[in-house]
């Protein structure tokens, strides 16, 4: 367990938290491209904050906070102009940076426009996604993992219901490889439900290991029963992603924390073709909207992977107590994970860069993962794990 500041210190994501100064040093999933298609605005809650996304009359995205400085009405009703977006109250215009323009009204000459910004933030768009930067300036590179930017497939973004939860809840999941066995494999064969990943995650655990790598900490785990052998997983990508491997349907998840306690997930689902050639780019990178997967009573349906990690996450509280847990050798991930955030949040507030950072442009032309290109730098814990 940990103390209830350290907790704070891990979770909270608002402006001028720990946290949330560490996340900002990072891009997030806003949404997607095609989200803008046939509107002007969308509101953004990000890391705590009220923002709208905007498309002006040229097509330039901006993001900037919600409301106007002048009497706090809404962004999200506002005017797209050539050059940025008016207030629907009184016509005071911004661009993307959240800089005001005009202020219609006041006197000819007047520097009180200059006096006067609300918050803009960098937007880029990539694989498909709207991605925004609310850090210091310059903005590190947007990274080009695999999934956004391969040739040879195609690409499909899955939007899931926003969890009522706090994002490291979500993330500690990552780092806790003992549990598919019985939240998804025990779960899945107690219910009856034919399936065709239980030979992969149906089977015992024996070992596992883990590791600090470039991007987060990598997972080796060794099985066995039917199917024994070893495997290493692409990592936990620091602070905020999950990389999932399957062949054909390459997955990658973003867990975007909203604000305290809710988050909202975001996959990329990457399949490539038969041939490996590259395919012609696609018009629109569809975006498929997830249902709620309760049951009609509220209850967690649990029949799917989803509603099985959502019910472990959210049934730990909308921000998990952590000075009440009983943590064991199988947490030796979870522990690990804490312990890599405690010590980024410490160097941004030291004043330098955290880890996952990315400035050249030769390191991010595409960022693979597999077995071969992982670069273990530290082996942290390893242990023997029962599943039955």
């Known amino acids: 367990m940990i103390s209830e500041q350290e907790n704070e210190r891990l979770t909270r994501v608002g402006p001028g938290t720990p946290m949330g100064d560490l996340q900002r040093r990072y891009w997030h999933v806003v949404g997607g491209v095609d989200e803008m298609a046939d509107r002007w605005t969308k509101r953004v809650r990000l890391l705590g904050e009220d ?28 005017i797209p102009q050539a050059d940025g977006i008016r207030c629907p109250y009184h016509g005071w215009k911004f661009d993307a940076t959240g800089a005001c323009l005009e202020q219609p009204n006041e006197p000819d000459g007047s520097a009180f426009k200059d006096k006067v910004a609300t918050a803009g933030y960098p937007v880029e768009t990539l694989g498909g ?23 040879d497939g195609t690409r499909l973004i899955e939007i899931r219901p926003d969890l009522t939860c706090n994002w490291l809840q979500a993330q500690e999941n990552t780092a806790d490889t003992t549990h598919t066995y019985y939240l998804h494999g025990h779960t899945m064969a107690q219910k009856g439900i034919k399936w065709e990943s239980a030979a992969y995650y149906y089977r015992p655990i024996v070992s596992y290991d883990f590791s600090l790598c470039e991007w987060g900490i990598t997972k080796t785990l060794f099985y066995g029963g039917d199917n024994p052998g070893e495997e290493i997983r692409p990592p936990l990508i620091f602070p905020n992603i999950l990389r999932i491997p399957e062949g054909r349907n390459e997955r990658q998840h973003w867990r975007v924390p909203i604000d305290d306690t809710s988050t909202r997930i ?5 399949q490539p073709n038969d041939t490996g050639a590259d395919a012609p780019p696609q018009a629109v990178v569809p975006m498929q909207y997830m249902p709620d997967d309760k049951g009609p009573d509220g209850e967690y349906a649990l029949d799917n992977f989803n509603s099985q990690d959502r019910m472990a996450w959210e049934t730990q509280g909308a921000i998990y107590d952590r000075t009440q847990e ?21 160097i941004v507030e030291a004043g330098g860069e955290p880890m996952a ?28 794990a029962k599943t039955s």
């Not at 009983?326 to 410490?346: P, Y």
């Not at 597999?370 to 023997?384: C, F, K, P, Q, Y």
């Open 51 to 78: 923002l709208i996304l905007f498309k002006d009359r040229s097509g330039k995205l901006g993001l900037i906070g919600e409301f106007c400085p002048h009497r706090r009405a809404s962004l999200a009703y506002g």
């Open 129 to 151: 996604l709207v991605w925004a930067y609310l850090g210091p300036l310059p903005a590190p590179l947007l990274p080009r993992w695999d999934t956004l930017v391969r040739k």
């Open 266 to 270: 975001i996959v990329m689902q990457f």
């Open 326 to 346: 009983h943590l064991g050798v199988t947490d030796v991930g979870v522990v690990m994970l804490r312990k890599l955030l405690d010590e980024q949040i410490a």
């Open 357 to 384: 950072i990315l400035r050249d442009p030769a390191k991010n032309e595409i960022i693979e993962f597999s077995t071969h290109s992982l670069n273990r730098l530290e082996a942290v814990g390893s242990g023997a």
